[in-house]
């Protein structure tokens, strides 16, 4: 099966920092991919990595180029305009008539459950909620790979949940997931493969149940033990 | 002291009785200012913000060279605009010289320097925060730079003001292209230049006066302008109207379905 991605001994570098090294992986399609390791493990740079927008420096990287992408970060930027103009942006950038382009933003705005805040400045609205309308700018493009660099993170254990349920809910639709998170419970019950990245390098690659019931190297068990203390 | 408040008063009966020279010298200033703002900014706002986001091999230099241009005398500007200008040089065709044009125009040169570092700043540090989510939505690299300068418009109305102030203030350029011809090129800081080498100081100090409340009542208009629409902006209507087919199809979805 041709997969999604196909990285081989990625390296990326900022200046002096090695944010990524001769990182190995293969991404299908439908995965629910979880990527978790502490700040600075190089999680957010292997997502951009994937996105596309930090070019490895070395290693080979290849992706499906057919398959459309769609990034969500951990603190979306919402322009000062209205709810779905900002939901519509994404989809005129991509080649829609505007009119069209609001139209389908409407939809996508149903689709996280805003429709009713579409007349709204985006600004205005809450943590959660922008999350939500940047999950519907992402989820309107129609990507059949959706990356997100820890989504719920500043978020009140309310807007976790809906954006979670969302998640879940675009997985369901045969969409593939690729999430970076600190929230371990969150992990368990989205992922169905984990990634346990320390300082850049890919340190452990499992199936959920098997990386917190398995034996796990020894950094990552230290982490694992860390974090659910 | 005596010269402070002797100036005031003549600045206010100057205003009150609406000496027609001196409408003329103020509107001239507003409109030379006015003009020479806005060839500037439409090429200033551009320039910085596809400065502000492109990288390039020599983009050091070059904003090394722009910054630098910040701090042009006005003279120097003058005396180039001029050479420009003059019946010899290389627009002496245009027979500008000591025309409003040539004023407009050594304007234009002197704040576009301004406009665009200012802007350039402005979105480089907006691309630095938020333009890879742009690009990741697909905009390349000069739409980036237009939608984040629709974004910052507000903050990008102080650059405005910064570039009006540097142009009706300034009297070097002014006076060297426009030769301060009386009821031609003659503007507020000519005349001051004017009556300081005729010794009425008090009259130089009130047309001062007079810049400076121009200049503030301008600052007050944009304030005002950039105030009522951050709040039409900022408005928030309870529920926006949803089309029953949107509705429709959001019962029609329910929660499979998620992707398309």
């Given at each position: 099966?041709?997969?999604?991605?196909?990285?081989?001994?990625?390296?990326?570098?900022?200046?002096?920092?090695?944010?990524?090294?001769?990182?190995?992986?293969?991404?299908?399609?439908?995965?629910r991919?979880?990527?978790?390791?502490?700040?600075?493990?190089?999680?957010?740079?292997?997502?951009?990595?994937?996105?596309?927008?930090?070019?490895?420096?070395?290693?080979?990287?290849?992706?499906?180029?057919?398959?459309?992408?769609?990034?969500?970060?951990?603190?979306?930027?919402?322009?000062?305009?209205?709810?779905?103009?900002?939901?519509?942006?994404?989809?005129?950038?991509?080649?829609?008539?505007?009119?069209?382009?609001?139209d389908?933003?409407?939809?996508?705005?149903?689709?996280?459950?805003?429709a009713?805040?579409?007349?709204?400045?985006?600004?205005?609205?809450?943590?959660?909620?922008q999350?939500?309308?940047?999950?519907?700018?992402?989820?309107?493009?129609?990507?059949?790979?959706?990356?997100?660099?820890?989504?719920?993170?500043?978020?009140?254990?309310?807007?976790?949940?809906?954006?979670?349920?969302?998640?879940?809910?675009?997985?369901?639709?045969?969409?593939?997931?690729?999430?970076?998170?600190?929230?371990?419970?969150?992990v368990?019950?989205?992922a169905?493969?984990?990634?346990?990245?320390?300082?850049?390098?890919?340190?452990?690659?499992?199936?959920?149940?098997?990386?917190?019931?398995?034996?796990?190297?020894?950094?990552?068990?230290?982490?694992?033990?860390?974090?659910?203390? | 002291?005596?010269?402070f408040?002797?100036?005031?008063?003549?600045?206010?009966?100057?205003?009150?009785?609406?000496?027609?020279?001196?409408?003329?010298?103020?509107?001239?200033?507003?409109?030379?200012?006015?003009?020479?703002?806005?060839?500037?900014?439409?090429?200033?706002?551009?320039?910085?913000?596809?400065?502000?986001?492109?990288?390039?091999?020599?983009?050091?230099?070059?904003?090394?060279?722009?910054?630098?241009?910040?701090?042009?005398?006005?003279?120097?500007?003058?005396?180039?605009?001029?050479?420009?200008?003059?019946?010899?040089?290389?627009?002496?065709?245009?027979?500008?010289?000591?025309?409003?044009?040539?004023?407009?125009?050594?304007?234009?040169v002197?704040?576009?320097?301004?406009?665009?570092?200012?802007?350039?700043?402005?979105?480089?540090?907006?691309?630095?925060?938020?333009?890879?989510?742009?690009?990741?939505?697909?905009?390349?690299?000069?739409?980036?730079?237009?939608?984040?300068?629709?974004?910052?418009?507000?903050?990008?109305?102080?650059?405005?003001?910064?570039?009006?102030?540097?142009?009706?203030?300034?009297?070097?350029?002014?006076?060297?292209?426009?030769?301060?011809?009386?009821g031609?090129?003659?503007?507020?800081?000519?005349?001051?230049?004017?009556?300081t080498?005729?010794?009425?100081?008090?009259?130089?100090?009130?047309?001062?006066?007079?810049?400076?409340?121009?200049?503030?009542?301008?600052?007050?208009?944009?304030?005002?302008?950039?105030?009522?629409?951050?709040?039409?902006?900022?408005?928030?209507?309870?529920?926006?109207?949803?089309?029953?087919?949107?509705?429709?199809?959001?019962?029609?979805?329910?929660v499979?379905?998620a992707?398309?």
């Amino acid at each position: 099966m041709k997969p999604l991605f196909n990285l081989h001994a990625v390296g990326v570098q900022f200046g002096k920092f090695r944010a990524l090294t001769a990182c190995t992986l293969r991404v299908e399609a439908g995965e629910r991919l979880a990527l978790v390791g502490s700040n600075g493990s190089g999680k957010s740079t292997l997502l951009r990595t994937l996105h596309g927008l930090v070019r490895p420096q070395s290693g080979g990287f290849w992706h499906d180029a057919q398959a459309r992408q769609a990034m969500l970060f951990q603190r979306p930027y919402m322009l000062r305009a209205s709810v779905l103009n900002n939901v519509a942006l994404g989809l005129w950038l991509n080649g829609l008539p505007w009119k069209q382009a609001r139209d389908q933003a409407l939809q996508a705005l149903g689709r996280v459950g805003l429709a009713d805040l579409a007349g709204r400045n985006a600004k205005a609205l809450s943590g959660g909620q922008q999350q939500r309308v940047a999950l519907a700018r992402a989820w309107a493009l129609r990507p059949q790979v959706l990356l997100l660099d820890e989504p719920t993170a500043s978020l009140d254990p309310t807007a976790k949940r809906e954006v979670e349920r969302l998640m879940a809910e675009f997985a369901d639709g045969g969409m593939t997931l690729i999430f970076s998170s600190h929230n371990l419970g969150q992990v368990k019950r989205l992922a169905s493969r984990v990634i346990y990245l320390e300082h850049g390098r890919l340190v452990a690659d499992l199936p959920t149940p098997d990386f917190f019931n398995g034996p796990l190297p020894a950094a990552a068990e230290h982490f694992l033990k860390g974090e659910l203390a | 002291m005596n010269t402070f408040s002797s100036s005031a008063s003549t600045a206010f009966s100057l205003i009150t009785s609406l000496d027609p020279t001196l409408a003329g010298i103020v509107l001239r200033s507003l409109a030379v200012s006015a003009c020479a703002c806005a060839i500037a900014c439409s090429s200033g706002l551009l320039l910085g913000a596809w400065l502000g986001v492109s990288r390039f091999r020599g983009r050091g230099a070059v904003l090394a060279v722009l910054n630098t241009a910040l701090a042009l005398p006005s003279v120097v500007v003058g005396l180039v605009v001029y050479l420009l200008l003059s019946r010899t040089g290389p627009l002496g065709f245009l027979g500008w010289l000591f025309s409003f044009k040539a004023m407009v125009l050594a304007q234009a040169v002197l704040v576009l320097p301004v406009v665009t570092a200012l802007v350039r700043q402005t979105i480089e540090d907006a691309d630095r925060s938020h333009g890879e989510q742009f690009q990741s939505l697909g905009a390349r690299r000069f739409m980036r730079s237009l939608i984040l300068l629709w974004d910052e418009r507000y903050a990008l109305l102080t650059v405005l003001i910064a570039a009006f102030g540097r142009a009706i203030s300034e009297v070097g350029a002014v006076m060297v292209v426009g030769g301060n011809i009386d009821g031609f090129t003659r503007v507020m800081t000519t005349s001051i230049a004017l009556e300081t080498s005729k010794g009425d100081l008090p009259l130089a100090l009130a047309l001062g006066i007079l810049l400076l409340g121009v200049v503030l009542l301008l600052n007050m208009l944009i304030a005002l302008v950039r105030r009522w629409r951050e709040q039409l902006d900022d408005r928030l209507p309870d529920v926006a109207p949803v089309p029953a087919s949107v509705l429709a199809a959001q019962s029609a979805q329910g929660v499979q379905g998620a992707q398309p």
